[in-house]
Nanobody, 123 residues
């Protein structure tokens, strides 16, 4: 089992920045690739970003490319999502998740999920 706890969400004005954190406990963190997903009211959960377990390579949804970055600190068992130039359409609950896959964007491939953190971007 892997337990994941997100933090760092909040209310920010459009154009602002937030950094989300996801702290992991349980099984060895660096055995897992990690992803960020988000879900807005009335919409399906969608892929945001992924970081591999091996070389920390990243991939992003087109909607956030150039604005979001993702990193991991294996010593701290934590992944981060740095969100810049935020837009109202980024408003959602953001979830981190752990998986045994490479560059995977399908949420069904992820085995463990956090409880989510709310991000609200005002216009």
């Amino acid at each position: 089992q892997v337990q994941l706890v997100e933090s760092g969400g909040g209310l920010v004005q459009a154009g602002g920045s937030l950094r989300l954190s996801c702290a992991a406990s349980g099984r060895t963190f660096n055995n897992y690739a990690m992803g960020w997903f988000r879900q807005a009211p009335g919409k399906e959960r969608e892929f945001v970003a992924h970081i591999s377990r091996s070389d920390s390579s990243t991939n992003f949804a087109d909607s956030v490319k150039g604005r979001f970055t993702m990193s991991r600190d294996n010593a701290k068992n934590t992944v981060y999502l740095q969100m810049n130039s935020l837009k109202p359409e980024d408003t959602a609950v953001y979830y981190c998740a752990a998986a045994n896959c490479y560059r995977c964007t399908n949420p069904r491939l992820y085995d463990y999920w956090g409880q989510g953190t709310q991000v609200t971007v005002s216009s």
